[in-house]
Nanobody, 114 residues
């Protein structure tokens, strides 16, 4: 099983960024997927989630700015990040969950700085 996050990088405040999480080795369509982030010295927090039925949820700080989506045919989950701010700087992790089974990616760094 592999979850590979890509799309991170250094961007300026107000910019947009799209993270991708490509999954392999799992029955993609039955899993829920979640984006977490961890800033230096802080705990890992849930940012957004999407169920197998494509229901979505977001933490309050990203509502209206971030959009999570999934493409079952490509076995990929996306996190569209708009109007980013320095507070969004963190390592972003993708997680796949189905009942008691959970997998994690290695993370991708997002740095927002002018």
């Amino acid at each position: 099983v592999q979850l590979v996050e890509t799309g991170g990088g250094l961007v300026q405040p107000g910019d947009s960024l799209r993270l991708s999480c490509a999954a392999s080795g799992i029955n993609f369509s039955i899993f829920g997927f979640y984006w977490y982030r961890q800033a230096p010295g802080k705990q890992r927090d849930l940012v957004a989630g999407i169920t197998s039925g494509s229901q979505t949820n977001y933490t309050d700080s990203v509502k209206g700015r971030f959009t999570i989506s999934r493409d079952n045919a490509k076995k990929t989950v996306f996190l569209q990040m708009n109007n980013v701010s320095p507070e969004d700087t963190a390592v972003y992790y993708c997680s796949a969950k189905f009942i008691y089974t959970e997998y994690w990616g290695q993370g991708t760094q997002v740095t927002v700085s002018s």
